[in-house]
């Protein structure tokens, strides 16, 4: 069986921690032998699979773990396995990953059976070369892609000749399509903790022939013939170009959808774009890192620019050693690439250096920056590992920002993005698909995203340091209190609060019904265009709009102040700058905290 020993470390980070041991810090594993011995001590007497087993001796090693390199496992390691799954109801077995074999002749006639019941043809053939104008006549007629799919009807029309080698059929529940982001990590230990909530703990993960695409199958009950979850990580577009053609039932993204691919999705999954459809699941802050021994320690978003377009290319030029630039970037279908791409590169008018190198893997790209001297990237928070993230300013001489979980709730770290998965809106409430979607936003789904190095959405509080700089109006406001970590942000252009604004909400309310006797103090702002005043009332009116939510809610509102284009996050020369700049603050106070209120 071949396998990488990042996915064994992964499965082994998940295994320990159910079995109710301490939390296994996954870059201190690699990291650390020291600490890689005390994991090895809690292996060796843990109930897990020969396949976990056979980690102790790469674990025992000095240095650092080569988490890329391939691993062969004998057979009988996965057969162990598989049998101690079938006789343990009891215990959890391990997550075993095979080669997956296919009949070539079975999966001809699947896809033809596929194209002619979806009556998608013509569309798939535009679609396949980018996204393009879809068919209206074509999307019209389209039947909703269903939710939950057996290939035992494939099979069935089998030839006989193919039948005696055709794999056992196989239900496919749903399939999850995009953001590799996502999809390496994060999305797989979602799943797991979905089935486990519903009550299933025979679940194994499948690699594929792509190092991208997996499956996960699952047994309802000893003995059942397995359910399949398709897992396929190929990049952001890829999920939209999926739901395009009705071969994925949501699509991952870590960048928003873009109006081309809402408006060609709509008249088949209805507006992607609508609260109900779309589901910020975590936030990521997009690090950019360097090899651990670089001595700089931030840069602003000009300079990064510079270093990604090949302008800059020595590290003396930015005062750092004489050491030439080396250039990794993530692949053209990752939302990653978009998102740096949006918040670096077009901001500055720049365009990626030809001579950078592109990889689709995200954990590839970091293990490859971190031994390289003069290496730069740019990945998504959880894959920083052991290279070396840096600060990052909005603009050259302005404060740089270091990723933290606090900065990238409130979104004021300058390249923080959402994590989303678009639904349709004709996905039935009642379907496993649906069901997964509605875990994910929950505080226990949440949960999972923190512990796979993202940031969660669930709502923490503060008391931050405040710099003397600040305007003395908001330090007499904030003084004493503290800070739930989250804005509220509108629509472009709008008194409307956003899909997460929206989700938050509900945040919010089970935050005070779990911290009782608080009182809430909003402050808005704005960007700077316009005059000062009409900023100042355009920063009150969103503040108010929050306050009229908390208020209807039963939460206690105490004051409300709009500082206008004060104490801006980003800057305001560019419409992202100016879309961060535009938001509410939330602070608290107990009514005991002896602080004046205004």
Not at 69 to 78: F, G, K, N, R, T
Not at 87 to 109: C, E
Not at 294 to 322: C, H, I, K, R
Not at 474 to 493: C, E, H, M, P, V
Request: net charge negative.
């Amino acid at each position: 069986m071949s396998t990488t020993l990042f996915d064994l470390l992964w499965q082994l980070k998940r295994e320990l921690e159910k079995s109710g041991g301490e939390r296994v810090e996954l870059p201190q594993l690699i990291d650390d032998p020291a600490y890689r011995q005390t994991v090895v001590a809690r292996l060796a007497s843990a109930s897990v699979s020969p396949a976990l087993k056979s980690l102790i001796p790469y674990l025992d090693t000095p240095g650092v773990l080569d988490i890329g390199q391939s691993l062969e496992l004998p057979a009988d390691h996965v057969d162990a396995s598989l049998d101690a799954a079938q006789t343990t109801s009891s215990k959890k077995p391990a997550v075993v990953v095979k080669p997956k074999k296919r009949s070539t002749g079975l999966m001809l006639v699947f896809v033809v059976l596929v194209a002619v019941l979806a009556g998608i043809g013509l569309m798939g053939r535009e679609l396949l070369s980018g996204f393009g104008e879809v068919p209206q006549r074509l999307v019209r007629d389209a039947e909703p892609a269903p939710v939950s799919r057996s290939v035992n009807a494939v099979a069935a029309a089998q030839p006989q000749a193919d039948a005696a080698v055709a794999e056992p059929s196989v239900d496919t529940l749903f399939r999850l399509h995009g953001s590799n982001t996502i999809g390496e990590s994060l999305a797989p230990a979602l799943l797991e903790a979905f089935w486990e909530r519903e009550g299933i703990n025979d679940i194994s993960l499948e690699q594929l022939e792509a190092d991208v695409e997996r499956d996960m199958l699952i047994r309802t009950e000893e003995g059942a013939e397995p359910q399949r979850i398709e897992l396929k990580a190929h990049g952001s577009s890829t999920g939209f170009k999926g739901l395009a053609k009705q071969q994925a039932d949501l699509a991952m993204a870590s960048r928003r959808i873009k109006e081309n691919e809402r408006q060609a999705l709509e008249p088949l999954y209805g507006d992607l774009s609508s609260v109900n459809a779309e589901h910020v699941i975590g936030m990521d802050g997009l690090a950019i890192i360097v090899h651990p021994e670089n001595p700089l320690n931030s840069l602003a978003t000009e300079q990064l620019a510079q270093l990604f377009s090949g302008e800059v290319s020595n590290w003396s030029e930015l005062g750092g050693p004489d050491l030439p630039v080396v250039i990794y970037s993530r692949d053209s279908n990752s939302g990653t690439w978009d998102s740096f791409n949006s918040m670096v590169l077009k901001q500055h008018a720049a365009t990626l250096s030809e001579e950078a190198i592109r990889l689709e893997s995200s954990s590839e790209l970091s293990e490859r920056v971190s031994q390289e001297a003069g290496a730069i990237g740019f990945i998504g928070l959880p894959y920083v590992l052991r290279a070396k993230a840096l600060a990052v300013a909005d603009e050259v001489g302005a404060l740089p920002v270091f990723p933290t979980s606090f900065t990238i709730s409130t979104e004021d770290y300058p390249l923080t993005r959402r994590l989303y998965i678009y639904e349709p809106t004709n996905l039935p409430l009642d379907s496993v698909a649906h069901r997964f979607v509605e875990f994910i936003g929950s505080e226990e789904g949440q949960e999972v995203v923190r512990e796979t190095g993202f940031v969660s959405q669930n709502i923490r509080r503060i008391q931050p340091a405040l710099n003397e700089e600040l305007p003395d109006e908001y330090l007499d406001i904030a003084s004493g209190g503290s800070r739930l970590s989250l804005n509220f942000r509108f629509k472009s252009g709008t008194f409307v609060l956003d899909s997460k604004a929206q989700r938050d909400m509900s945040r919010v309310i089970r935050f005070f019904e779990n911290n009782p006797g608080q009182s809430v103090v909003l402050i808005g702002f704005s960007d700077n265009v316009g005059e000062s005043e009409r900023n100042r009332q355009l920063s009150l009116q969103r503040a108010q709009i929050v306050r009229d939510e908390l208020l209807a809610r039963g939460i206690n509102v105490v004051a409300v102040h709009g500082m206008g284009d004060q104490v801006p996050v980003a800057s305001n020369e560019t419409a992202a700058g100016r879309d961060r700049n535009r938001r509410v603050e939330v602070w608290v106070r107990g009514y005991n905290s002896g602080v004046a209120l205004r």
